[in-house]
């Protein structure tokens, strides 16, 4: 098979062979661009290389001829000693990796073609200074010495040349600088520098094979979600220069402008300069309109050229060219990378202007664009101190000052500060905290940790497992990287990086969410014309995304407040209420008598003192959600986690015990809570008694709150509302378990429909959430009305990953190794969890024609974990509030 292509052999489309860049490079050639001959060695070559360690035999031959047509069509040879041909060696993968891989430029110059280009291009100066620039850079990116070296050397022949500048180095001192440069090659590794043009051009092409793998290329394909074994093509091209003088130069520019998406071409220009020169911003560039001045018929024709390529592509375009002696040359284009603003406002430019459809202009957005508009952002220009990074747990920016505990979190907040919660973890108990806080940070825990879960649920910002925070409780500081920060001073993170910073940044309110919460018209009222075209043209895709979709799309949301923000989302009806989270606080002590109960008879009057309250929280939910379907779930987590923690309770006794206070009655009560916070301890909660076993454990719980659920709705049903109302039971394994509590439920239904003379349609379903469940699913079926995929269980155990604790501690290496390029946690793991929730819509389906199908884990609201559960056939999607409009946006993409 081939492994080398032609410039002009491919196309645009042959990105996964030829790369971004060479598949581009490709498509302007064909299009009749002036783009300078050459061509591209494939990743498959590359992939081999990487591999193998040696490239793939054919490889050689396959350039040689490549480079035999080059040099025939030029009528130049590589390195020749007259008018010598000089090649560029450049990466180019299928995605773009901005500066993370290695190009070598002037390739082909050695001690006799630096005087023939001298004698071409009558220029001395020119051909010693790329003679001396493809030396330093051969010399640091294939021969791997420290860059220091060669700049050192260059400083030092500025300073005795006495000049301040590069382009100011007299003929003589380069000519020096270059041997100077040879020395260093040759003391650095022994050999010279190769002087056999061939020679630096495989060893070019595999120090660009190489750079694939460096730790900064990794690490940014991890951030990117890129797969790490794909490999870079590199791209051997015919140098044309821009550093010939004042009627050359070199620049970039963008057919938009990238960063608001605001029309209008936009660029950078360096006269007598080259590639780099641009990027590194040794000098000041000039604008288009300058370089108009400058050069005007180049300047036509760019501008021609750039319209033609953003009608070809239609997109933004964003390019790379060269100006050599007054002659345009293209030297690279792809669509262009653009902010989520910019992405939004152009792809609705587009549409107005005819050249994309509607349906183009959804796929050209991304529900991770969304999200990203919706959170309030610190201030780009602001001065920051950067403290540490964790995980990016919720995203948005939040300020506040330090708290170590929920109780100070709440009081402080109620004074009207703004607190920023920082607990070594979380649990269920600093819930309140969480709300009364706007950033939450923690030192362990992963994306699926307590935290991150409740504070994605509320929309506020979390930064979690910020390993290097040492929180001393005691002291009421905590201490990081040698910085110490007391409570009551101010932090702010960033929760859609993972960034803590020093003191108080500034933050900006967005206003995609002021027009979810209040609508276009409130949005438009307070938006400058550029955000209220942004809010227009997000309006607009949701809009089209609504119309496309085939999911539905509900929210997690576990109170009236949760459910009329989710409603204002856009939801369509809640898809997990978490009963849990209502019986925390104040009725914690209620919780505690019902599991201190020491018959049936205190048992019964604990859970009764509980059924009113449960009752009104259910009346309060039903009435925001009205006409919405609402899937109430039974009681999931164990009982342990509403008891006091068990260490705490052990010292108090004891203390309490040993001087002599034995017999008081608090402390009496201490021990009896310590005796049952000694039975309900287990080594692997999450595996323990939780969920559907709870229920069948512990009498007249789960009675209770299928009396309170059906009393609400038909109290609501009674002021004249309509309840849908829907139970869903958590954590089942085997039919037996649903049969078992369904007997109990239907019994309570019944009882309470005839005693309200109401006919109450309250469907029961269970969640699947354990492998043995979707293993079942047929069984299942037979006992549940619906099925709700509890993604968050089903991932922890099909891997065997607790979710409490394997991001922090194992992710980090199975992320750097490519065992996944994501945490299956964040993004649904298709080919394992995928297969079980497959088999069980089939299994179910089969069973129950009618069955109803949701899933509620937190992958409800993963951009691409939606697609799946599209192409899954799934009814709906539940997430939480915030992420209601990126599941609405993804699942009319997936539709597309
Ligand atoms: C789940 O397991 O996916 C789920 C939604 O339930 P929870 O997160 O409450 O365990
Ligand atoms: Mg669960």
Known sequence: APLVFDFSEGDRTQVDLLGGKGANLAEMTKLGLPVPPGFTVTTEACRYYLERGEEPQSLRVQITMALRRLENDLGRRLGDVVDPLLVSVRSGAKHSMPGMMETVLNVGLNDYSVKGLAEAAQDERFAWDSYRRLIQMFGRTVLDIPAERFEHELDAVKARAGVATDVEIPVPALIELVEEFKHIVHDATGRDFPQDPREQLDLAMRAVFNSWNTDRARLYRRRERIQHDLGTAVNICAMVFGNLGETSGTGVCFTRDPASGQPGVYGDYLSNAQGEDVVAGIRNTLTLEDFAALDPSSHAELTRIMRRL????????????????????MLQTRVGKRTAAAAFRIATQLVDERLITSDEALARVTGHQLAQLMFPQFDVDAERTLLTRGMAASPGAAVGKVVFDSATAVAWAARGESVMLVRRETN??????????????????????????????????????????????????????????????????????GEVFAGELPVVASPVVIYLEQGLDAALAEADEQTGELVRSVDRLLRHADQARQLRVRANADTAEDATRARDMGAEGIGLCRTEHMFLGERRVLIERLILADGPEARDAALAELLPLQRADFVALLEAMDGLPTTIRLLDPPLHEFLPDRTELAVRVAVAQATGRGEEPEVEKDVTLLAAVDRLHESNPMLGLRGVRLGLSVPGLFAMQVRAIASAAADRIAA??????????????????????????DAVLAEVASAAGVDLHIPIGTMIELPRAALTARRIAEAAEFFSFGTNDLTQTTWGFSRDDVEASIFATYLDKGVFTVSPFESLDRDGVGALIRMAVQAGREVRPDIKLGICGEHGGDPDSVHFFHDAGLDYVSCSAFRVPVARLEAGRAAL
């Open 428 to 497: 269920p108990d600093d819930l309140e905290g969480m709300i009364a806080a706007t950033g939450v940070l923690t030192s362990r825990g992963g994306k699926t940790s307590h935290a991150a879960v409740v504070a994605r649920g509320m929309g506020r910002t979390c930064v979690c497992g910020a390993e290097e925070i040492e929180v001393d409780l005691a002291a009421r500081t905590l201490s990081v990287n040698g910085t110490q920060v007391a409570e009551g001073e101010v932090l702010s993170i960033d929760g859609s990086t």
């Open 310 to 329: 953003e009608t070809h592509y239609r997109d933004l375009c964003d390019i790379e060219f060269t100006v050599e002696r007054g002659k345009l040359w």
């Open 720 to 745: 004249g509302g309509r309840p849908v109302v829907e139970i869903m039971v958590p954590l089942v394994g085997s039919v037996m378990e649903l049969h078992l509590i369904r007997d109990e439920m």
